[in-house]
């Protein structure tokens, strides 16, 4: 049975930080590609960053470039997403996502084969 577990949200002040996990089990996340997503009060849930299977290639949506970061570490099926200069439109359930293509073209929720619960991040103003 597969299961992703987001942690490390919170509550942080408009220019602080986080920095999120997500612990796969039940799969070997090496094998997929990793995305996260996030779904903010009131809105439809919306494609934040992809890293490919290898680690090497990313790709951001334009209102997180230069303050979001996604890294993985596959000896420890984890993914990461460091969070910089946050902002309250930043305010979100932040949800993990896998897909077994392990390419970056995927950005779609229906593209994605597994997800996490999701963790609450609320950035004050």
């Known amino acids: 049975q597969v299961q992703l577990v987001e942690s490390g949200g919170g509550l942080v002040q408009a220019g602080g930080s986080l920095r999120l996990s997500c612990a796969a089990s039940g799969l070997t996340l090496r094998n997929y590609g990793m995305g996260w997503f996030r779904q903010a009060p009131g809105k439809e849930r919306e494609f934040v960053c992809v890293?490919?299977?290898?680690?090497?290639?990313?790709y951001y949506t334009d209102s997180v470039k230069g303050r979001f970061t996604i890294s993985r570490d596959n000896a420890k099926n984890t993914v990461y997403l460091q969070m910089n200069t946050l902002e309250p439109e930043d305010t979100a359930i932040y949800y993990c996502?896998?897909?077994?293509?392990?390419?970056?073209?995927?950005?779609?929720?229906?593209?994605?084969?597994?997800w996490g619960q999701g963790t609450q991040v609320t950035v004050s103003s």
């Open positions: 890293i490919s299977r290898s680690g090497f290639v990313t």
């Open positions: 996502a896998a897909n077994a293509r392990g390419l970056v073209s995927q950005r779609l929720e229906n593209e994605y084969d597994y």
